[in-house]
């Protein structure tokens, strides 16, 4: 069997206004509303509801031989459902189909792969409900983040009872070998690997309207031919690219649609291909071996490693703070505050910060709201300023919630305890054979509880002041 | 190659960054083989008698000629001084100090720092425009006596300097922009200055700039064809670890450093609003306007209405070391200057390690990447960037690890390999 797997990534992120230092404290409104709606409306009406349209056409034409997959970002999702609603519909009717696998990944876009189990899972979990809530798939592949991969993240997933993953096929990690089969991790062999074939992805992707590629201009029978070009016992072309790919990163009139619409039928008349979404690849397919990855790989530049995200001291620092941050997030249980942490770990804002194209910065800036770096620094760091204060606040006035709780029911406790004293009393008198054992414990229970109240009623008077004062702005997104 | 080159000044007699770039750049020209530059300067310091420059006839011309030694040259530069009783200054201490010395002995004063003023006083105006035709015409005696192949006119008091010698010998002129009169004058240019300055840039066979700031200015404001002007940056000696001063901090609040003159070029009020909305938000930080300029006291004065004297403090002018040692107490430099041909100041602070945010309106911003930029005028963005650097730790680690390094990679070989390369598109 020789097979192509399509596969695309949709992600945007929420961009941050511009967050002055003198915000911070006063203003917990983080979002520019206005770049982030415009910007989604321009790339679904250049993309999404294009390429939508023509996969569906495609698949419609091709009687289900045609497939591809897709992984949609819980951030891109939570966009469509507020500035773009018939951007979902049209996924929707592409999962419709059946010829559309939704995979798995982090709900926002972000690197939590790299810090520990934990937020990770409750982020892939977030997202498998949301997929599962609009397109009634339960994702059984997963994608992570920029196709960052390693062994350690690939046992993670295995564990979490995924049976494949996507990663990209790096030249430093192959060696020799092709990407053009079905491997495994190396730790959980159970985990399949599928990998991307960058060559023939990245002519699509990026060289498909450059006029100084000696290829240029790519047609599908010459791509086609590329594809019969490849050795006859390799089995599976992984091409894997972001879905802006199809009309805003190379326009419409490139004829990147035309190239498009014509490489399906193109496949079927020229080649012995089909075309198989990601699982079908897992299943169907044998895993010639393991790849051994023991540092992260991702797909971005030339590297393809995670220098892009986490190359430079800015992006440590606000990396390890933003993390750092997580378990009173968690503590406090302030859905706003949950929204938020989610929102931050958005990787865009990472890449925001890369100095490592001061010379060829194209591709950066390109994505990039900010003028330098540095900017993108600040402005994040002035964002995460504020979100800790919130967070303390949070924690602080849960705490004090917690205590009044736990008040209550001492003053409850004590109020039947000593019902139950009046009780034994009056009985002791009628029955003195009797001991006060059973009692006991809860005295001894109860006591011990009031004995913690006053340092943390100390502690929630102080505090107090900081949580009234956290107050939300509207008109934000419900 | 030989070059006749026309200055303002040259060591010793430094007084500007016009003349440290001079001596930078014709040392950096040094290193090539077979290239000579014989260097005219005019030459009014201390106790010159100013009669002989009255006397001076087209061919009765006064001039020193000697060698200068130098460890840094690999050849003998030739050096001419001629008398001339226009004294170049660049801060207004010195300018106080030679008016004094001038009114005594006749002399004319002008600025010629990069992005200086001029700034003649009234009753010698008339008299200036004759000292820079006297120069002009001892430039055209030295062009007919002496051999060479081209001729570098740096900025416009040498410009008619240079015409004159491209008439007498039909040599190609190359002019050196250092800065325009729009940059020293905020806009308001002097008539008779810009007149000199274009007709120098249209005389000229190569117009050489020191940013592409000043290169548009060049095009857009005198109407010179794009093809004509060239963009050369200036560059920075590196500093040695020994000239590296350190001052014992007393103080354990941050400071943030303002250091040029404090008139209208450099922005100096953007960097109090600047302060001022810091100061909002943090206690433990400290701002320092360091320099004199006419602004000063209106500074003063506005910093005192705003209430942040005890925070905000005025060192008036600091000369030589003290500028290192100013450095050596700074957590961040701020350069807001609202126009800059170059800008050497930021690179001086990058190599004392010092993070620096330089405007966007400087020529320096178009080469430097670990800096920070902002627009001059943007008041948010300059105070955002000074709270950042000063609570965001790993910014001033980044800069600090990789500034001293791009400031070094900037070297004055390479510029003069650059002017070099120009010479030869008129010889062969």
Redesign the interface.
């Known amino acids: 069997m020789r097979t192509i797997c399509l596969y695309f990534q949709v992600h945007q992120p929420f961009r941050f206004r511009r967050y002055?230092?003198?915000d911070?404290g006063n203003d917990h409104y983080y979002y520019d509303d206005y770049a982030n709606e415009s910007i989604l409306n321009k790339v679904a009406q250049k993309c999404y509801l294009p390429a939508n349209e023509l996969m569906l056409e495609l698949i419609k034409k091709h009687k289900g031989r045609f497939k591809v997959a897709y992984s949609l970002s819980g951030i891109a999702m939570d966009q469509f459902r507020l500035y773009a609603p018939e951007v979902l519909d049209s996924f929707k009717q592409l999962a419709q189909t059946g010829s559309v696998e939704f995979l798995s990944e982090t709900y926002a876009h972000s690197l939590s792969s790299l810090k520990g189990r934990e937020e990770f899972e409750r982020q892939v979990r977030a997202h498998d409900l949301l997929i599962k809530e609009h397109f009634g798939q339960e994702p059984t592949v997963f994608r992570n983040t920029e196709l960052i991969y390693s062994d350690e993240i690939g046992a993670m997933v295995a564990d979490m009872g995924f049976k494949a993953m996507l990663t990209e096929g790096a030249k430093h990690v192959l060696g020799w070998k092709s990407p053009n089969y079905l491997y495994c991790n190396a730790i959980k062999p159970k985990l399949k690997l599928l990998l991307k074939n960058f060559k023939l992805s990245d002519d699509i992707a990026f060289r498909f309207s450059n006029k100084g590629w000696p290829e240029y201009p790519l047609t599908a029978a010459k791509y086609v031919n590329w594809l019969n070009q490849t050795p006859q016992k390799e089995e599976v072309i992984n091409l894997f690219m972001d879905y802006e790919t199809f009309g805003e990163h190379q326009w419409k009139e490139t004829g990147i649609f035309e190239f498009l619409r014509a490489l399906p039928a193109s496949v079927f008349k020229r080649s012995p291909f089909t075309f198989s979404t990601p699982s079908e690849v897992s299943s169907e397919l044998q895993v010639v071996s393991a790849v051994n990855v023991p540092h992260p790989i991702s797909w971005a530049d030339e590297e393809r490693d995670l220098t892009a995200w986490l190359g430079?001291?800015?992006q440590?620092?606000?990396f390890n703070k933003l993390y750092s941050l997580g378990e009173k997030v968690h503590a406090c249980g302030d859905e706003e505050i949950r929204q938020d942490y989610d929102y931050m770990q958005v990787s865009d804002h990472f890449y925001y910060m890369s100095?490592k194209f001061?010379s060829d910065g194209e591709v950066h800036s390109y994505f990039n709201p900010y003028?330098?770096p540095?900017?993108a620094?600040?402005?994040y760091?002035?964002v995460l300023?504020d979100f800790e204060i919130r967070v303390n606040a949070a924690v602080d006035s849960k705490t004090d919630d917690d205590i009044a709780r736990l008040s209550k029911i001492i003053k409850e406790k004590d109020e039947q305890l000593e019902k139950l004293e009046k009780l034994f009393a009056t009985k002791q008198k009628t029955a003195p054979g009797r001991t006060a054992a059973p009692k006991t414990p809860s005295k001894t229970k109860s006591t011990s509880t009031v004995k913690k109240v006053p340092a943390a009623t100390k502690k929630s008077a102080e505090t107090k002041t900081t949580a009234a004062a956290r107050k939300r702005p509207t008109g934000k997104k419900s | 190659m030989r070059v006749l080159m026309f200055g303002w000044e040259f060591p010793p007699h430094i007084s500007g960054g016009l003349g440290t770039a001079c001596f930078g750049l014709t040392r950096g020209m040094s290193v090539i083989p077979n290239l000579d530059i014989l260097f005219v300067v005019p030459r009014a310091y201390g106790d010159e008698d100013q009669t002989r420059i009255r006397v001076m006839g087209a061919a009765d011309v006064s001039l020193d000629l000697r060698k200068m030694k130098d460890h840094h040259f690999l050849n003998d530069l030739s050096y001419i001084e001629v008398n001339s009783n226009i004294v170049p200054y660049t801060s207004p201490e010195e300018y106080e100090e030679l008016v004094n010395k001038a009114e005594a002995s006749g002399k004319r004063l002008v600025e010629t720092s990069m992005g200086g003023k001029i700034n003649f006083t009234g009753k010698y105006g008339r008299n200036l425009y004759e000292e820079i035709t006297n120069y002009a015409l001892v430039a055209g005696e030295i062009a007919l006596k002496e051999h060479f192949d081209i001729i570098h006119s740096h900025d416009w008091l040498t410009f008619p300097a240079g015409i004159a010698a491209k008439r007498a010998s039909g040599k190609p002129l190359v002019i050196h922009v250092h800065a325009t009169d729009f940059d020293r004058s905020g806009g308001k240019v002097n008539p008779g200055v810009f007149e000199i300055e274009k007709r120098g840039m249209e005389l000229a066979d190569k117009i050489i700039t020191v940013s592409n700031l000043t290169r548009n200015t060049v095009i857009e404001k005198y109407g010179i064809h794009p093809d004509k002007v060239v963009t050369v940056y200036n560059a920075v000696d590196p500093i040695s670890d020994q000239e590296k001063l350190q001052l014992k901090r007393g103080i354990t609040d941050k400071v943030v450093t303002f250091l040029g003159r404090i008139t209208l070029q450099k922005g100096p009020e953007y960097f109090v609003q600047a302060a001022h909305?810091?100061l909002?938000?943090m206690d433990n930080v400290r701002f320092v306007m360091a320099g004199s300029g006419e602004m000063l006291e209106k500074m003063i004065h506005w910093t005192a209405s705003l209430g942040i004297t005890d925070r905000f403090h005025f060192t008036g002018f600091l000369k030589g070391d003290d500028v290192f040692r100013m450095f050596s107490i700074s957590d961040v430099y701020v350069m807001p200057s609202v126009s800059e041909p170059f800008g050497i100041s930021p690179l001086e602070a990058m190599q004392s390690n010092v993070p620096s945010i330089i405007s966007h309106q400087s020529g320096v911003a178009e080469i430097l990447?670990y800096a920070?930029?902002v627009d001059f005028w943007d008041v948010?963005?300059l105070?955002?960037?000074i709270?950042?650097l000063l609570?965001?730790?790993?910014?001033s680690?980044?800069f600090k690890?990789h500034g001293v390094a791009e400031v070094n990679e900037m070297k004055w070989e390479n510029s003069g390999k650059k002017v070099h390369s120009i010479y030869k598109e008129f010889v062969q």
Do not use: C, W
């Open positions: 002055r230092f003198f911070i430079n001291e800015m440590h620092e606000a100095t001061f003028d330098t540095y900017e620094f600040i402005n760091m002035n300023s | 909305k810091v909002q938000k990447n920070f930029k948010d963005a105070a955002d960037a709270y950042g609570n965001y730790p790993s910014l680690v980044m690890k």
